[in-house]
Every structure is written in C-alpha cells, then in structure tokens.
C-alpha cells in the first residue's frame, strides 16, 4: 500500500471511529454529519467523500458482508451446491465473532450489544438494513440465474436467493435477541449453531413436509 493510500485508509478509519463514539453515546439519528466532521477535524465534504450517506458510516461492514457471502458462493468448488457454501460463509463469519467474544474479549461483546441498541433505537438504520439484505438478495439471485442458465429475474434462482439470505437474517436476529437478553457468550454460539443447523435443514429438506397442518 502506498502513502497515499495509507492516508486514505488512515481518514477513512478515522471518520468511522469518530462515527462510531457519537452513535453509540447520543444515537444514530440524533448525530449530524457536521457534528462527526467537526470532531474528526476534517470538512464535511471529507466525510461525504467517503461516506455519501451518513448510514454508510454505520452500515459500510454489512454491505461488505453481503457481497463476500455473494462471493463465496460464486467461488465454491465444482460440485458443491449453493446451499452448502452459503452455509459454511455464514457459519464461519458467525463463528468468528462468538469466538472472539467466548475467548474472553469483552470489548467485543460490548460493542455488539451497543450496535443492537443502537439500531433498535433507529427507524433509518433498521430501514438502510433491509435495502442491504435486498441488494445481497438480488446479486444471489443474479448470479445463481446465470450459474443455472435461466433468465434475469427467473423465479426459481430468486425463491432460492430469498431462502438462503433468510437464513442469514434469522441468525441476526436471533443474536440481536440473545444479546440483549445478557445470554452468556457459551450459551449464545450453542444458540446460533443450532438456530443455523435447524434452518438449514428445512431448506435441505424443502418444504413438502414442513409445516403439515394436523389432523
């Protein structure tokens, strides 16, 4: 990485960490963009620069979520079906976070209750999450068309995309849950390991037989 590079990176955290502290402290919508740029000593155009929309600056690590799930499917060995990469992405990426926090780092385990109050807190950050979850669900839905040969927009590739992000939705939300309930960090990852497992299963199986109204 060259120096201007470097620089770019430097700015970039900067204005992220800078974000981040007055999110957590005041709430996503009562912080205005002046307000970050005035505490990180840059203009505002700085920020806009690299953050277009202020969301971005909370929200720039799940849209990079989305397009490595994308990616791992993308790039799974031949043979291997859709479901088991997206399966594997998910629970590694999952995985990793729980470790951490279950490796004794309560900075880590701090922080994600902070990110679950702040959201529950704002309409727009709940709001700028569903057009991320969206926007993984199209370029799933794109890329397993074209792997299948079928049209843009064929229904069967985007029932399949829907299904497969389902999942990885379920498990946010039950982490957002878990979290706020102070479940310990054990008790969580058996939490998400089994929440995965069962989800996956339904999908495995399909849903000829799942939820067969009783006698």
């Not at 498990?171 to 058996?190: G, H, N, Q, S, Y």
Request: hydrophobic content about 45%; charged content about 30%.
């Amino acid at each position: 990485m060259g120096l201007r590079e470097l620089k770019k990176e430097q700015t970039r955290r900067l204005l992220m960490e800078t974000a981040w502290r007055l999110f957590a402290d005041r709430g996503f919508d009562q912080v205005r963009v002046t307000e970050i740029a005035r505490e990180a000593q840059v203009s505002e155009a700085t920020v806009f620069k690299y953050f277009p929309a202020k969301e971005d600056l909370f929200y720039s690590g799940l849209d990079d979520f989305g397009g490595r799930l994308v990616t791992a499917v993308a790039e799974r060995p031949a043979g291997e079906p859709a479901l088991s990469a997206c399966r594997r992405f998910l629970l590694d990426a999952n995985g990793g976070l729980l470790a951490q926090i279950e490796d004794g780092d309560q900075e880590a385990l701090d922080r994600l209750r902070t990110v679950n109050r702040v959201i529950s807190a704002s309409p727009t950050l709940q709001a700028r999450e569903e057009q991320s979850f969206a926007r993984c669900t199209a370029a799933l839905a794109e890329l397993l068309a074209t792997e299948a040969g079928a049209p843009p927009g064929d229904p069967a590739a985007a029932a399949a995309a829907h299904a497969l992000v389902g999942v990885h939705r379920t498990l946010v939300a039950r982490v957002r849950r878990r979290i706020t309930a102070d479940d310990t960090p054990r008790t969580l990852r058996a939490d998400v390991e089994e929440t995965s497992a069962r989800a996956f299963a339904v999908l495995e199986r399909g849903l000829s037989d799942y939820a067969v109204k009783p006698a």
